[in-house]
C-alpha cells in the first residue's frame, strides 16, 4: 500500500507522459448514476460497481491516473442542489477515494484527489474562511479531507471558473505536502474575471501548484491552445510548471468565453459534436507538440477515447494500453471484417482524413451560444436550495430575449 | 428461477409494451471489450464484470429482455475471425447466458438468447445443414445450443441480411417451442435477395416466428418504416404477428440498402449521427403508433437511449424505469443547474425542438454510401480465417474505385 | 422575316439538341425590373432595353429559342395582382413578341411564344370558354394572341401545375398549326391533381403537344428524372414525342410535390443552394442520356448556367457558344491568372470534384418544406385584387402553424 | 457636363451616406463578357450596350458612384494576360469612361475613375517609376490618364493588396488635385507585407487619401471590421478621414490573410456563399454604425444586393431608390403572390430571421483556405504572357501538396 509507485512528479520530471482519465459524471449520466443538472457524484455509495467498471475501463485504456468520482462533493453543494439522500460530503468522498484506490492498484495509476469549485464561492460569501470548505479548522485544512485524501498521491483541482478561487485551494491544498496539479475551465479569452489563460497560470504556480492547465468546457484543440498561452504566460515571468489538459470530448469551436455551458445544447443535445477516436489522435499530438505532458480528458470521454491518446502516443511511452487488445492501430481490426469494402478502411490514411457527416441536414453546424455576461455575484447566480419556480423559469427566458437581442 | 415471470407472448398478447435492450458489440467496443472488425464476444468470458454491468444498465433504464451476449458466437465465426483465445462457441454462449440470467433475476425481465447469422451462409455452402450450426444433431438443434438456451425465455434472431437463412433458423429454433422473434437488418428496400419487407415477414411468420421485425443497419424512423412495410405484407395475406423494432442509434437518412455498414463513417467515425435522447422519444412515439410492441435498440444505443425510449412510453406503460431517479423528464433535472440560463432549458419546448449543431463546419451532412452490389456467393464476399493482405486491400481499393466510377 | 430558319421540329426530328434560354423573371427581379410576389411582365414595355440585354445574353450564351418575356401577361392575372400602369396584356406580349424577334435575329434562334397557367382556373371558374383568356372568340383564339403570336415559331406552355389546364391551352393552341411545346412545372410524384408524370404526359400528347416536359418549380436532378417518366409514360402507351426540360437553377432535394415554392427560403433566400456552373454540366449530360433534347433552363438560371449546358454539349452540337471568348472549357482561362494556386486550379477534375462551402454555418443543409395540402379550389387559393390584408396575414399564420403541427 | 452635382467631399463632409456601385467583373462574367482568370476589362470596347445596363441598374439600385469599368486595364496587364484584340489601356479606359458619364448623366450619380494595382509590382520592378503606368512623364502622370480621367469626379483605388503599391498610387493622383479614395483589398490581419489595417491607413491618409477603406477578399462582416480598425488606427494618430467598404458578396468566414482567392471555390464554385438581400441590410447597417459613409459593393454583388443597401438606410438618406417600385421593402411584395403560404411571407421578422439551407447536404459549411503564403516577389508570382504550361501546373500542384502538409 505504500506508495512504491513513481510519484507523479517523479514521473513528468523525467518526461514521461502521463495519461489521465476521462470524465466521470457525463459517463455516468448515460449509463444512468448521475443526474444532469446537479452533476453530483453520490453514486460512489449507492452504484460502487458502475463507479468501479469506469475507473477500471480508463485503466485497461491507458490511464495512469485515477481521479477520485468527487465532483461536486462538497457540503454546499450537496445539500442545496438535490440530491434527497442525505448523505454526506464525508461519506461520498470516502467511498470515491476507495473505488479509485482500489482500481489503482490493479494497474500502473495513481490515486488523484479530485477539488472543484463550491457554488459559495459563485455566491460571493465575503470572507475566505467561510467560502472553502476545505479551510475550517486549525490545520488550514478540514478533518473531512484530511481523513479521506490521505491516500491520495496528488491533488487536482478540476473546474474552477475564476483563478481567485483556486489559488486560494491551491493554498491551502499545498499544505499536505503533496503535488498539487491545478486546472481551469477556461479557454483562450481567460477566466470569468476576465484574466488571461498566461496571468492565470502565474497565480496557480506562484500559489504553489507544481502543474497547471485547463479541463472541461473546450475542446481538444482549444484547451491546447489555452494551455500554450499559459505555458508562454509561465515561461515569460521566468517560473517553470508541468501542464495538463483534460479536455471535452466534443467539438465547441462556436463557444464564447464560457465555454460548452452557453451552447444550445448544453447538456443534452452534444452528441453530434462527439469526438472520434481520429480526432483523439491529433488532440494528443498536438498537445504532446506544445509541450504537454499530463493529457487526459473531461466531460464526454469514454474509454476508447483515452485508449486513442495512449495509442497516438505509444511510441513517447514505450507501451500500448491493455485495451489495445480489442482495437488495432487505425482500424487494423477491420481487416478482420466480412464485408471486403469494410476490410477496405483498415488504413491510416483512410481515418486520417475522414469529415465524418452528421445524418443530420436539418441541422447547423455551428450555435450562437448564449451570453448573458453575468459572473459571480449576480443576483441569478446566487445558489438557493429549492428547484428552480415556473416564475423564476419566467424571469429566465426573459433574460434570455434581452441577451440574443444584444447580440 | 422457474418463469413465474410473466413470458414475452404473454407480455404482448395483453398489450403490453416491451423494451428491449441496446446495443452490446458497440457499447462494449467503447468501453475497450470488444473488436471492431471481428465483433465476436469473447469477454463474456475474459471480462464478465464488464457484460454484468451493461446488462445491469440496461436493466435499470428499464429494458424488460436481457439479450445474450452471444453475436457472432457460432463456431464457424469465432474460428475464422481473429479471437485468438481459442474458445468454443460453447464456451462463450454458456458465460453469456450466465450473465443475462443472473442480470434478469435482479428484475423484471426476461433472458432472449441472441442467434446471429453465419458467415457460412454467404460462403454458400450448399447444403442446409451444413451451413447453419444449429442443426447437427438428430434433434434438429446440435447439442451445444440446447443445453445452452435452456434457461432463455425466448430466441431472437438478430442480424440476418437474407431471409432464406433466417427462415432456416425459426425453422429449427421453434422445434424448443420456444418463442421465436427474427429480425432482419433490412430497410424498406428489402433483403439483400431482392425480397421486400412484406414478402420477408410472411416467410418468416409462415416458418414459425411469433415476432418479425427489423433491427440494426438503419436509423429508428427507417426501421419504424420498415417495420410497417412488413406489418401490412403480414396482414395483407390475412397473418398475424407480433413486431418489434431494434435500429441503429445513428442517423441514416443516405443509406442504400445495405445500410450503415456502407456509410464511410462506419465503423469509426460514427459519432456525429449519434441520436439524441429526445430522437429516441420521437422514435418510440412512432414505433408505437406503427404498432410495434416490442420496442429496442442495436448498434449505438446506450443506456440512456432505452431510458429515453421507457420514459417516452411511461404513459402506456404505466410506470417509469429505475434509472429515471437520476434523469427527471425532459430536462427537468436542470432546474437545480448553477446557471440560470440553463436552468432555462428545464422544458419540453426546448429539447422538443433543438436541431443540434455538429461543431463540424468542415463536414457535410451526409455522405455517399459505396454500393458495390456484391451478396451472397461472392468472390470477395468468401470468408477467410487469415487477415486481409496488402494485395487484397489493394484489389478491394480497385473495386471500390470502379464502385464509384459506375455511381 | 420569313422563317428560313430550320424549325423547331425539323431540328428535333433530325436529332439535333436545342438549347433553351433561362429564366426572366428571377433574373430581371435581381436587375431591378420584375417585382416578386406578381412576377408580372410590364418591363417588357417600360424597360425594354433591359429585356433586349438579357435575349442578348442567353443568346450570346448558346441559346436557340428566344422565349418572349410575357409570363403571367394574362389580362385576369394583370389587372389583380398590382401593376399599377394600367398595362393591357396586349400591349405587354406585343411589346415581349418584338424584343424577342429583334434578338432571334440576330443569331440562330427562333422566338417561341410563352404561354402561362391563369389565376383564374385556381379560382376554379365553372366553364372552360370562362376560365382560358385564350379562347374568347369565335375562332377558338382571342384576337389578342392571334395577333401578337403570328411571328412566333412555336408556342411554350410553361408554370401549368393542372395538367387539365395545361391540355386546355394545348388545344386552343394547336389550332394555330404551330408546334406546342407544354412543361408543367411537376416533380416525380406528378400534378398538384395527383396525376403521374407518366400520365400528364400522355394526355399532352393526345391532345396535340409534339413536345412534352417539365419547367420550374424542380432543380435539374428532379426535373430530368420527371422527364424520364413522361418519356416511358408516353412510350408505354405506343406514342412519340420530343422531350424538353427547363428546370430550376436552384438545388432543392427538399421539396415535396408542390415544388420550391413551398421551401421556406423562397423567393428571397434561395441564394445558398444556385447551382454552380459545373453543376450544369452534369445537368446537361443527364439529360441528353435520358433522351431530352429541348434543354433549357428556368428561374435562377443565368446566362453562364447556359452557357454551361451548351459548352457540354458541344460534342454534340458541333459548336460552342460564342460567349465562350470569355470562358475556356473548365475552367482553362484561369492559366491566366496571377495568382499560382489558382492558375492549379485551371483543370477539369478539380471543379468537377468540388463540393463547394456555404460559408454558413449557422445554416441547414436542407429545409422541411411547407405542405398546406391545399390547391385548386380551396378558398385561400381564390384570387382576390386587393394586397393581404393583415387579418389575412393572422389566418395564414394561423394555417401555417397547424400545417407544421401535423407534420 | 461641368460638376454641377455636389461633389463626393460635400457629400461625405456634410454628413450624407454615399452608395457605391456594384462588382462589374464577376457580374459580367455571369453574363458572359469578361474572362475569370485575366479578369480584363476589354467589354467597355466591345461590348458597350452591356457594360452600360449594368451600370444603368446600379443606378436604378440608388448608386451614387458610377465606377469606370477599368479594372486591370493598365498595359503591362492587358499585354500579358490574354487578351488578344490588341486593344491599348488607353482605348479600353476611354470607353469606359464614355459609359460611366453617360449613364451617370442620367441620375444622381459621380463618375469615379478607377484604378488598381499592376501586376508590374509582384513582379518587383525595382524602380517606382518603372513600376507604376501612371508616372511616366513629366507631369507626374501619363497622358493617357490624364486624358482619360479628366471627367471623373474622383479616383477610387481598388484592389490593392500591398499598401505600399497603393501609397504610390495616392502621391500620383492627387497631383490631378481631385478627391482620393484608397481601398485596399485586405482583412484585420493586414497586407500581404504585414502591415496592420490601422497602419495601412495611416500611410494613406498621410499620402493623400480623404478617403480609406477595404474593397474586394472577404464579406461584408469582416470588411466593416477591418474599416473599422482603419478608423481606430487613423483616430489613434490624430488624423481624419472618410471611410469607405466595398466588400464581397460571398460569405468569407473561412478566409485567412489572402481573402477569397484562397478559398477552393474561388472562383468557380461561390454561389452558396452568395448574400441573401437580408444580409445586406445587415451589412449597411453594421457599416453605417461603424462610422462607414461610403458603402458599396464588389465581386459578387448584384444590382439586387445594392438596393438592399440603399432600402436599410433609406431613413438616414431620405429616399428610396427607383428600383424598390419592383421590390417592396422586407418582402411586402409578395403580398400579391398567388399562394397564401407564400403570402405570409410578406413579414420583416420573417425574412430578418431567416437561416437559409443549402440544398447540398454532401458540402461542408466552410471549406480548407490554401495558406501558400508566398507573396511579393516570390518566382511563382513573377507574370508571364504565356498561359501556364503543363510542367508549371505540375510543379504548382506539388507546392499545393506542401502547403496542405504543413497545414
Not at 396 to 406: D, F, P, S, V, W
Request: charged fraction near 25%; include cysteine; aromatic fraction near 10%.
Amino acid at each position: 500500500m505504500a506508495p512504491v509507485k513513481k510519484g507523479i512528479l517523479e514521473r513528468l520530471n523525467s518526461g514521461e507522459v502521463v495519461i489521465g482519465d476521462g470524465g466521470f459524471v457525463f459517463a455516468l449520466e448515460k449509463r444512468g448514476y448521475v443526474k444532469a443538472g446537479p452533476w453530483t457524484p453520490e453514486a460512489a455509495v449507492t452504484h460502487p460497481e458502475a463507479v468501479r467498471q469506469l475507473h477500471r475501463e480508463f485503466l485497461r485504456a491507458g490511464a495512469n491516473v485515477m481521479q477520485t468520482f468527487t465532483f461536486y462533493a462538497s457540503d454546499d453543494k450537496l445539500e442545496n442542489r438535490g440530491q434527497n439522500l442525505q448523505l454526506s460530503g464525508q461519506h461520498i468522498n470516502e467511498a470515491a477515494c476507495d473505488l479509485a484506490r482500489e482500481v489503482a492498484s490493479e494497474g500502473d495509476a495513481l490515486v488523484a484527489g479530485g477539488v472543484s469549485q463550491t457554488p459559495s464561492y459563485l455566491s460571493c460569501k465575503s470572507e475566505k474562511q467561510n467560502i472553502f470548505p476545505f479551510t475550517r479548522n486549525e490545520f488550514g485544512m478540514n478533518d473531512l479531507f484530511y481523513t479521506i485524501f490521505i491516500f491520495c498521491f496528488i491533488f487536482v483541482l478540476q473546474y474552477f471558473e475564476h483563478v481567485e478561487e483556486a489559488v486560494w485551494a491551491v493554498e491551502v491544498l499545498k499544505t499536505t505536502g503533496k503535488p498539487v496539479a491545478a486546472t481551469l475551465c477556461i479557454g483562450p479569452e481567460g477566466d470569468l474575471n476576465g484574466l488571461s489563460p498566461g496571468d492565470c497560470a502565474v497565480r496557480l504556480v506562484k500559489a504553489g501548484a507544481q502543474i497547471v492547465g485547463v479541463n472541461c468546457h473546450f475542446d481538444p484543440m482549444t484547451c491546447v491552445k489555452t494551455a500554450r498561452l499559459m505555458k508562454e504566460g509561465v515561461e515569460r515571468v521566468g517560473l517553470r510548471a508541468h501542464y495538463m489538459v483534460q479536455p471535452l470530448a466534443y467539438h465547441t469551436p462556436d463557444c464564447n468565453r464560457q465555454g460548452f455551458i452557453d451552447l444550445p445544447e448544453f447538456p443534452f443535445a452534444l452528441e453530434p459534436r462527439v469526438l472520434t477516436r481520429w480526432d483523439m489522435h491529433r488532440y494528443a499530438r498536438e498537445a504532446y507538440k506544445a509541450g504537454v505532458r499530463y493529457i487526459g480528458g473531461c466531460c464526454g470521454f469514454e474509454p476508447y477515447h483515452i485508449r486513442a491518446v495512449a495509442e497516438e502516443l505509444a511510441p513517447e511511452r514505450g507501451s500500448l494500453p491493455a485495451a489495445t487488445e480489442k482495437h488495432g492501430l487505425w482500424g487494423k481490426g477491420l481487416e478482420l471484417h466480412t464485408k471486403p469494402w469494410v476490410r477496405a478502411r483498415s488504413r491510416r490514411d483512410y481515418w486520417e482524413n475522414i469529415n465524418p457527416a452528421s445524418g443530420r441536414p436539418l441541422c447547423p453546424s455551428l450555435s450562437n451560444p448564449e451570453g448573458w455576461g453575468v459572473t459571480k455575484g449576480h443576483a441569478d447566480l446566487i445558489q438557493h436550495p429549492e428547484p428552480t419556480s415556473p416564475e423564476e423559469i419566467q424571469h429566465l427566458l426573459q433574460m434570455q430575449r434581452k441577451a440574443k437581442t444584444k447580440a
